[in-house]
Nanobody, 116 residues
Framework: QVQLVESGGGLVQAGGSLRLSCTASGPTFSRYAMGWFRQAPGKEREFVAAITSGGSTYYATSLKGRFTISRDNAKNTMSLQMNNLKPEDTAVYYC??????????WGQGTQVTVSS
């Protein structure tokens, strides 16, 4: 069983930065790919970024260059560095773990609000 807890969300002005963290419980965290997703009010949840167990990274095309995903397997944590934030980045951000063919464990989410 994997449990995920996000932190680091908050209110920031446009152009600012935030760093989100996701702490995972469970002895096999390092074996799995992990990802960040977000859901804005009235919109579908969308993919943000992912990182494999080996450290390969993938980004939503529109976010590449501003967001950076990383992980520290020794600390069971995954992070998302978000720079040059825009009002349209406002959303609840979720971390997730892919133990099978899909993301099957999710955190409770952390709110990111970017003011203009």
């Amino acid at each position: 069983q994997v449990q995920l807890v996000e932190s680091g969300g908050g209110l920031v002005q446009a152009g600012g930065s935030l760093r989100l963290s996701c702490t995972a419980s469970g002895p096999t965290f390092s074996r799995y790919a992990m990802g960040w997703f977000r859901q804005a009010p009235g919109k579908e949840r969308e993919f943000v970024a992912a990182i494999t167990s080996g450290g390969s990274t993938y980004y939503a095309t529109s976010l590449k260059g501003r967001f950076t995903i990383s992980r520290d397997n020794a600390k069971n944590t995954m992070s998302l560095q978000m720079n040059n934030l825009k009002p349209e980045d406002t959303a609840v951000y979720y971390c997730a773990v892919q133990t099978g063919t899909s993301y099957d464990y999710w955190g409770q989410g952390t709110q990111v609000t970017v003011s203009s």
